[in-house]
């Protein structure tokens, strides 16, 4: 396979491809590398391999940090494989451009994932290298979306798994993860106490692979399956524009990344895209150092509505700063309100329901366009990472309904006449 080491993206000093997450050096966080030159002398066949591999992000395995290549014998195989994620619609949105004044518009919709959001891309890559290694136990610190995608992927895989989440999270996600059968442990704390609690953990259980924190820079790798999608679905081309939402900031930084690889190799044609990173207002710490002009991120404490997006130190955040000055892109913020706004946005202009990290990247999309910062012809997508189910408090009360006895004299008086009013 084409990986080759682990990296600290600080100074660069190299590691195996163990379970190591930090510089043992300088503390910088590690990263995989990739030897893909043997790739590089066929890219025909390349392209021909990946349009005919399975339609999840194993047509990938390529770029994924697996060393004995993709989980099988076949791929078909739940307790070996897992749940396929991945190969979700990119579907153009031309109402929603219309509404904001732009000329082309296309969702990648990651809500069509096994649990419903793109935590399946990262999850499935950090349990297969995982089971790779050797671990027995899966486990995570979650914001929700990740709770769902670990226990959903240990039960296919026959693993045990413990999942930790703040205990004020939305009840649709605790109810999406326990029914899985996982060991839910509700902490008395925001993520980044689960957070801190988890990396003590992860030291203590030598056996457990703990998909975002000594599992870091597998599970990372998981998300530039994205880009590439989104290429392929392109006619392997990239976008001019992405709009991604940032919490650690890894999604967006490996979006940035896989786009980058296929362009190296010469698999994809047009430039590096321009990056747009959303937070919501409440737990913004990317947005306010972009603003700043610095890379450092100062901690925040998360108070919105938008708790899958609630990270209030950042791992990945002077990356996703430097990332957005690089692409000529930028990182902004917006309130509750417009992310309520931007849920009914998508909603009412493609059908497509989004939970409150959809909303926010929405919602700054919308921003974006009112700025002027976006030109009209511009190709932009815009990418969903989960579904509204998850969080249906955030649309309470943003509509009415009709009431009525069932009578058509009701019907007549009460809907019909409004209407026509
Ligand atoms: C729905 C959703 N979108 C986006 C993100 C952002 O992920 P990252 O931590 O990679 O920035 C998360 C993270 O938890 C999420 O649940
Ligand atoms: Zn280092």
Not at 357 to 381: C, M, N
């Amino acid at each position: 396979m084409a990986v080759t080491n682990l990296a600290c993206r600080e100074c660069g000093t190299e590691y195996e491809l163990t379970a190591q997450y930090v510089c043992s050096k300088c503390f910088g966080p590690l990263e995989v590398k990739y030897d893909h030159s043997a790739l590089a002398d066929d890219v025909a066949s390349l392209k021909r391999r990946i349009t005919s591999g399975p339609q999840n992000i194993w047509r990938y395995v390529d770029f994924l940090p697996l060393v004995d290549g993709q989980p099988g014998p076949s791929a078909k195989i739940l307790s070996r494989v897992g749940l396929p994620a991945g190969c979700t619609p990119l579907v153009r949105a031309d109402r929603l451009a219309e509404r904001l004044g732009l000329k082309e518009v296309w969702v990648k919709n990651d809500a069509h994932n096994p649990t419903h959001s793109f935590k399946d891309r990262v999850v499935s890559v950090a349990a297969a290298r995982a089971r790779e290694l050797g671990f027995d136990t899966l486990a995570c610190a979650s914001t929700g979306n990740l709770a769902n995608a670990v226990a959903a992927a240990a039960a296919a895989l026959g693993m045990p798994s413990y999942v930790f989440i703040p205990s004020d999270l939305e009840e649709q996600k605790i109810l999406a993860t326990g029914v899985y059968g996982t060991n839910l442990i509700k902490v008395r704390g925001n993520y980044d106490d689960v957070n801190r609690l988890c990396t003590e953990v992860s030291g203590e259980q030598d056996s457990w692979a703990f998909v975002n924190v000594n599992m870091r820079p597998y599970y990372a790798e998981g998300s530039k399956t994205l880009a590439y999608e989104i290429a392929e679905q392109l006619g392997f081309r990239t976008p001019d524009r992405v709009v991604a939402p940032i919490a650690s900031g890894s999604l967006y930084t490996k979006i940035a990344k896989g786009f980058d690889e296929w362009r190296e190799l010469g698999l994809i044609e047009g430039e590096a895209p321009t990056m747009n990173g959303a937070q919501a207002l409440g737990c913004s710490p990317v947005a306010t150092a972009f603003a700043a002009g610095t890379d450092v991120c100062r901690p925040v404490k998360p108070d919105t509505i938008a708790k899958s997006l609630a990270i209030g130190n950042p791992a990945d955040g002077p990356y996703a700063v430097e990332l957005a000055n690089r692409t000529g892109g930028g990182v902004d913020s917006v309130t509750d309100e417009e992310i309520k706004a931007g849920i009914r946005l998508l909603a009412e202009t493609t059908g497509i329901f989004t939970e409150t990290a959809g909303g926010v990247t929405t919602a700054t999309l919308a921003k974006l366009a009112d700025r002027g910062d976006i030109d009209p012809d511009e190709q932009v997508v815009l990418v969903i990472t989960g579904d509204g189910l998850k969080t249906l408090d955030a649309v309470r009360d943003t509509f009415e309904a009709h009431e009525i006895e069932p009578k058509f004299s009701e019907f007549e008086d009460k809907v019909l006449a409004g209407v026509s009013a």
